[in-house]
């Protein structure tokens, strides 16, 4: 009646290396996702940084040749008026 000995010990002692093993494999993807959602983060807001930077330049240029058109347009009227003025002497 000799029952067969079982190994209790080997196998928990198993079982607990591929715990531990599978714990620090699950923490290490764990970090690697977390710093490529915060690398992620950082690029969506420097596009959106750059895209704010051309927006502004756009407006200021779109000023600047307003601005610049306005003064040819007053040389020309200027110059219309000059030219049909009588001449004096």
């Known amino acids: 009646m000799n029952a067969p000995a079982q190994k209790p010990k080997q196998t928990s002692r198993w079982g607990s290396l ?16 977390a710093e490529d959602d915060q690398a992620s983060a950082r690029s969506r807001a420097a596009d959106e940084a750059a895209k704010q930077a051309t927006a502004e330049k756009a407006v200021a240029e779109k000023a600047r040749l307003q601005q610049e058109q306005g003064r040819q347009d007053g040389i020309g009227i200027l110059s219309h008026w000059c030219s049909g003025a009588p001449e004096l002497g």
Request: aromatic letters at 0%; glycine letters at 12%; hydrophobic letters at 50%.
């Open 18 to 33: 591929l715990q531990g093993a599978v714990a620090g494999i699950e923490s290490r993807l764990d970090t690697i996702l």
